[in-house]
């Protein structure tokens, strides 16, 4: 059973690339759709994870899994941020024109 874990990792790694194919892309409505996939699959990895634990070797492939699914959110996380400042700057604009 505990391969289903290693399986949540890879659907949730798998996610992470979509997402970050969909930032390089500009296209945020899409990436918001795969942030919202991935905190799912996590929710159903932690259930999961309660009561299975992974082997040594499996341990291995999820530390490299989880490197990549980090270094997949630091590229999304630099993209984003211009998108985040324009966000942030009309958000603004609509505050000063409501006072």
């Keep these: ?7 949540y990792y890879k659907a949730i ?6 997402m970050l ?11 918001m759709r795969f942030e ?7 929710e159903q990895l932690r259930a999961c994870a309660d009561s299975e634990q992974l082997a040594p070797e499996q341990r291995v492939e999820k530390t ?4 990549r ?5 630091a590229q ?4 984003a941020e211009p998108w985040l400042m324009h966000c942030e700057q009309n958000l603004d604009g ?4 409501l006072h």
């Design 76 to 79: 999304i996380r630099y993209l």
């Design 36 to 42: 919202g996939a991935c905190a799912v699959l996590i």
């Design 21 to 31: 194919d969909a930032a390089k892309a500009e296209d945020w409505d899409q990436v």
């Design 64 to 67: 490299r899994i989880m490197q």
């Design 94 to 97: 609509q505050r000063q024109y």
């Design 69 to 73: 699914i980090l270094n997949n959110d």
């Design 1 to 7: 059973m505990s391969q289903q874990l290693i399986d």
């Design 13 to 18: 790694e798998d996610s992470s690339a979509r």
